[in-house]
């Protein structure tokens, strides 16, 4: 057992106070529902302070998103100086925002980001599950997603990731589609916004796509079929605008700024070759995989699921949209979190609020005990692995005590070499430097991983590079390739060596001023006194 310090001590009791509360107020007809969101809002921000002050990365995607915010203040085109590859680019300006109006683009300011993407995920599956069931049932049904972010200590879950804009999305759209499917004439307004929403989604990640799909498919069968039984067509009009206002946005700019290739080539088609992994056989294998790497996400599963043996569904409770919508938009999760078959536990994220939607159509007045038994199991289950696991309770004090964003022996060597409006460029996959440096990427990728592993578009990632670094001309490269680097770690195979091409441009150009923090370091020849040259 983790020893007891008066810091963890009162945090502990907060945050599980907090949760015991929001036990004893959930599917009570008579609480006041602004009391019971903002317990909620409070429980969240609370559970999560020590990671937010905890300026450091928990995982490589904060650091690579955090790279391209960085490069997006100077050089704000998409596809011409940043690709975020997997990552979308809505998930990049999410963090440009703040960037712009004076916050630090640092950890902190990306998972306050992050934090405030979830709460309002929450709020909106909490808003639809409301208007379709009823307060009562939304408060006992938002439980088990909001203990699973609250409590969980899993990296994959409290970092900046890819998938809580997504989350955001989703939970936006599915809550215009309750609104159009209760009104008694759907609005074309919130058509139009259920469908601009939705295509929003894949420029915020790709993945998630089938899940937007069948929300989007979903809306626009719900208007025609009112306009098939002698309503107006300004609905189901409305709603197919609004989703493809925001893709033909985008083109527009693709278009304008002549990048349709690198959209093409590297978003679509780098991502199609990504994901395809796995065929409909893997999922299962893919799914239970990833679920025995994340007993968190594990036990809110088997919270979710447990009532369920002691219920009954039945279609005149919601109604067959809402119910076929739901066993779609799980089915649509699954495929997303498991079709690349990389066993990334984030992914999980895009399964928390299709699977609590669909167990939400189950609950009823008569069967509500049984769900705020499963809550309270669920919460347990986080209480004891806090108890008796050791390590997985964070030092609050060593957390909040991180709030000063540190820097590497190879930075702190690479920084009195460059001048303001400089650039870098990190082989290998260390893209923390470039936050620790607060310093642009000179290529529009962060790392190298696709100009080193053997796949169809190699060629064209290696000409990609090397054109960027010769546009951009950093000031400082560094060879990250070895121990710290995330999956490149043999120099003699994934060093920058192993592109010809580029190994001559940066023997021409660069000059080695030595190793720091077991990197390779390259100054651009003109920053280079005499002196500091190693032969």
């Keep these: 057992m983790p020893a007891i310090d008066i810091y963890n001590v009162s945090y502990g009791l907060v945050s599980y106070g907090l949760a015991l509360l929001l036990l004893l107020l959930a599917g009570r007809q008579r609480h006041r529902t602004i009391f019971f969101l903002l317990a909620s809002l409070a429980l969240l921000v609370i559970a999560r302070v020590p990671f937010l002050f905890f300026n ?53 300011t990306a998972r306050l980001v992050g934090l405030f993407l979830l ?34 200590r899993h990296p994959d879950f409290i970092h900046y990731s890819s998938e809580q804009l997504p989350l955001f999305l989703l939970s936006l759209v599915l809550y215009l589609l309750i609104k159009l499917y209760l009104a008694a004439s759907p609005a074309p307004v919130i058509g139009f916004l259920s469908g601009l929403v939705a295509g929003m989604v894949p420029f915020a990640k790709l993945q998630a796509v089938p899940m937007a799909l069948v929300l989007a498919f979903a809306a626009v069968y719900h208007c025609w079929n009112k306009y098939r039984q002698g309503g107006s067509v300004q609905a189901l009009a409305a709603t197919l605008a609004g989703g493809i206002t925001f893709p033909l946005l985008v083109l527009a700019y693709v278009f304008y700024n002549q990048v349709w290739e690198d959209f093409i080539q590297f978003y679509i088609g780098g991502n199609v070759i990504y994901a395809g992994g796995n065929n409909l056989f893997d999922i299962p294998v893919t799914l239970g995989r990833l679920l025995w790497q994340s007993p968190d996400f594990l036990i809110f599963t088997g919270a979710c699921l447990l009532p369920l043996l002691f219920t009954r569904f039945r279609l005149s409770r919601t109604g067959t949209l809402p119910a076929v919508t739901a066993l779609f938009y799980l089915l649509a999760s699954l ?109 529009a990728e962060s790392h190298s991983e696709r100009c080193v592993f053997d796949h169809p578009m190699r060629d064209a990632y290696r000409s990609r590079y090397l054109s960027d670094l010769k546009r951009n001309r950093p000031a400082i490269f560094i060879d990250a390739t070895g121990k710290n680097s995330l999956w490149l770690q043999d120099p003699l195979t994934q060093s920058y060596k192993v592109f010809p091409d580029l190994a001559v441009y940066i023997d021409q150009n660069y000059t080695r001023i030595g190793e720091a923090g077991g990197n390779q370091l390259y100054v651009r020849n003109d920053r280079v006194p005499p002196r500091a040259k190693i032969p």
Aim: glycine letters at 8%.
């Design 56 to 108: 450091q990365e928990l995982n490589p995607d904060e650091s690579q998103v955090l790279s391209h915010t960085l490069t997006l203040l100077q050089h704000p085109g998409y596809w011409q100086s940043v690709d975020g590859q997997t990552i979308g680019p809505l998930n990049i300006y999410a963090l440009v925002i703040p960037g712009a109006i004076g916050f630090p683009v640092d950890y902190t």
């Design 119 to 152: 709460s309002g995920a929450l709020f909106f599956f909490w808003k639809t599950v409301a208007l379709l069931r009823g307060a009562a049932v939304a408060t006992i049904s938002v439980l088990s997603p909001l203990f699973l972010l609250a409590f969980t």
């Design 335 to 443: 495929y997303a979190i498991t079709k690349s078959g990389n066993l990334f536990v984030h992914y999980l994220h895009l399964g928390i609020f299709p699977l609590a939607f669909g167990v939400a159509l189950f609950i009823t007045p008569d069967t509500i005990t049984y769900f705020r038994i499963s809550a309270v199991l669920l919460l347990s289950g986080f209480l004891l692995s806090d108890l008796l696991v050791a390590d997985r309770f964070p030092s609050v004090r060593r957390q909040l005590s991180a709030r000063k964003l540190q820097r590497s022996a190879v930075v702190e060597t690479a920084l009195p070499y460059t001048k303001p409006g400089d650039n870098m460029v990190v082989w290998g996959w260390r893209c923390q430097y470039y936050v620790e440096a607060q310093l642009p990427q000179g290529t």
